[in-house]
């Protein structure tokens, strides 16, 4: 059975830092292109950053300098380092796990950033 599992949301304050953690199971991690999304109530989901399997990375331009994405093969762990967040920042943040036609979605954990 395939589980993503993300934690580390939470409310913070403009300017703080969180960092999102999403683990996953049941598939050949080091083999997936990871994903993390946001989406806020009342819109579409929008991709924030994505690590393939050899380490490449790319991000959204409205999270560039201030996002960074990592991976752990050896923990089955993606995240999601968020710095400088900006109130526009509040969303439920997936994690997704993608190798060609696979496509596997976490639950989402909240991020509030308000002061």
């Known amino acids: 059975q395939v589980q993503l599992v993300e934690s580390g949301g939470g409310l913070v304050q403009p300017g703080g830092s969180l960092r999102l953690s999403c683990a996953a199971s049941?598939?050949?991690?080091?083999?997936?292109?990871m994903y993390w999304y946001r989406q806020v109530p009342g819109k579409q989901r929008e991709l924030v950053a994505t690590?393939?399997?050899?380490?490449?990375?790319l991000y959204a331009d409205f999270v560039k300098g201030r996002f960074t994405i990592s991976r752990d093969n050896a923990d089955n762990t993606v995240y999601l380092q968020m710095n400088s967040l900006k109130p526009e920042d509040t969303a439920v943040y997936y994690c997704m796990g993608g190798l060609g036609p696979q496509n596997y979605w976490g639950q989402g954990t909240r991020v509030t950033v308000s002061s």
């Open positions: 049941g598939i050949t991690f080091s083999m997936y292109t």
């Open positions: 690590i393939t399997s050899n380490g490449g990375t």
